[in-house]
């Protein structure tokens, strides 16, 4: 593939700050299709779909953020020469094409994009219907940043499929891709994962735990899980899950004043059998599929554990592996807690809200990544590359 240079680069997206900031109000009369159509009874998706002002602005921060941040392709990895002579360096090198499948929100079209541009990547979006003028619009407005630089549209392309036209590309693309990034739900991650012929990056779903651990500090405890479960509930970091250690001090009113707490902030509250005993007028959970369910609403189970190790257990089990949280005062048992919750980002006494790009410092990203391979977390700028080793001879032979 061959590079654009980084000058070439922040133009094109100095371009779509301009024409971004230039046309709000088209943006805006676009998106306003897009909420008069919805008819889904899903307030969260609802939530992700609306552009505003403020929302505009934040789309054109991200670009600011990007376009200041290094290039992340041609920089050296690693480089050696062996004793014959024959250099070797590794370099970071664009993926190709990355197709990223998602639903609902319009600023995912920039964010994704942007990032996939700055790494000298193609980028083939899939956004849902549910959004499909708003983000026409927006690739409108990168093809007239890609034009005025005098480079291809091909670069950011938009495709408008129903489920079984998606189904059929991924399993025969019109061109070759590198990399597919499903963005949404386990639905829509198995259908992507049955269906595709390259590899996969799951941006997996959240489910997150926070487990109170005896030695807590109860009010910071209230605190955190009120802003896990209610700052946004139609985030993948949102909290779902709620595990109370048994043997914490006066533990039959830590879990009522728990219960006071979320039902004020209408959270609804689901319990497991032994907290049944003492929130007597909660709805029981009479299916273990519960536990996996990522609810994307003011909804919560609480659950009590006798240890840690129990704790550890259930959360591996039932987790997205996106965040989870230990709160508690003793340092030992949070590393512990940390070191075997198998998540992309695990916390000790804090809410797991903070999992996301700009708030860990990697600035925009195209998803959070629950994958191992090829990379776990915020997929940022500098994660939108893989490598390639360059060897520079003068005629050496292996003998």
């Not at 942007?114 to 407005?141: D, T």
């Not at 940043?145 to 392309?157: H, I, P, Y």
């Not at 499903?182 to 799951?202: D, M, N, Q, S, T």
């Not at 940022?380 to 080793?389: E, P, R, S």
């Amino acid at each position: 593939m061959k590079l654009i240079t980084t000058d070439i680069k922040n133009k094109v997206l100095q371009s779509l700050i301009q024409i971004l900031d230039t046309n709000r109000e088209t943006l805006l009369e676009a998106n306003k299709k897009d909420l008069e159509a919805f008819t889904k009874n899903d307030q969260a998706m609802y939530d992700r779909l609306i552009v505003n002002s403020k929302k505009i602005d934040g789309i054109i921060q991200s670009i600011r953020e990007v376009k200041a941040q290094e290039d992340p392709v041609n920089q050296i990895i690693s480089e050696n020469t062996l004793a014959n002579g024959l250099k070797i360096v590794n370099k970071t090198a664009p993926f190709g094409t990355i197709m990223i499948i998602y639903e609902s929100r319009p600023d995912v079209t920039i964010e994704a994009s942007i990032l996939a541009f700055k790494a000298n990547n193609k980028i083939v979006l899939k956004g849902g219907k549910e959004a499909i003028h708003s983000n026409a619009m927006l690739v409108n407005f990168w093809h007239q940043a890609l034009t005025e630089n005098g480079l291809s549209t091909n670069a950011v392309q938009l495709l408008n499929m129903d489920r079984k036209e998606t189904q059929a590309y991924l399993k025969n693309p019109t061109e070759k891709l590198d990399l597919i990034v499903p963005r949404g739900g386990e639905k829509l991650i198995a259908f992507v994962k049955e269906h595709a012929k390259c590899p996969v990056l799951v941006s997996g779903r959240g489910n997150n735990f926070l487990y109170v651990d005896e030695h807590a500090d109860w009010q910071m405890s209230l605190k955190v899980i009120l802003n896990a479960k209610t700052d946004k509930i139609s985030a993948c970091n949102a909290l779902d899950n709620i595990l109370i250690n048994k043997n914490i001090k006066n533990y039959n009113d830590k879990l009522k004043e728990l219960q006071r707490v979320l039902t004020d902030n209408n959270v609804s509250i689901l319990v497991d059998d032994s907290v049944k005993k003492v929130l007597t007028n909660e709805v029981l959970i009479t299916d273990d599929q519960t536990w996996y369910e990522e609810f994307l609403a003011m909804k919560c189970c609480i659950g009590a554990v006798d240890s840690m190790s129990e704790a550890i257990e259930l959360i591996n089990k039932y987790s997205g592996g996106h965040s989870n949280t230990i709160m508690t005062t003793d340092n030992q048992k949070a590393e512990d807690f940390m070191q075997q919750v198998d998540s992309a980002a695990v916390y000790q006494n804090a809410s797991t809200r903070f999992t996301d790009g700009g708030q860990m410092g990697v600035g925009a990203e195209l998803a959070i990544s629950t994958d191992k391979l090829h990379h776990r977390g915020p997929l940022g700028l500098k994660q939108l590359v893989t490598n390639k080793y360059f060897m520079f001879g003068n005629g050496q032979i292996r003998e």
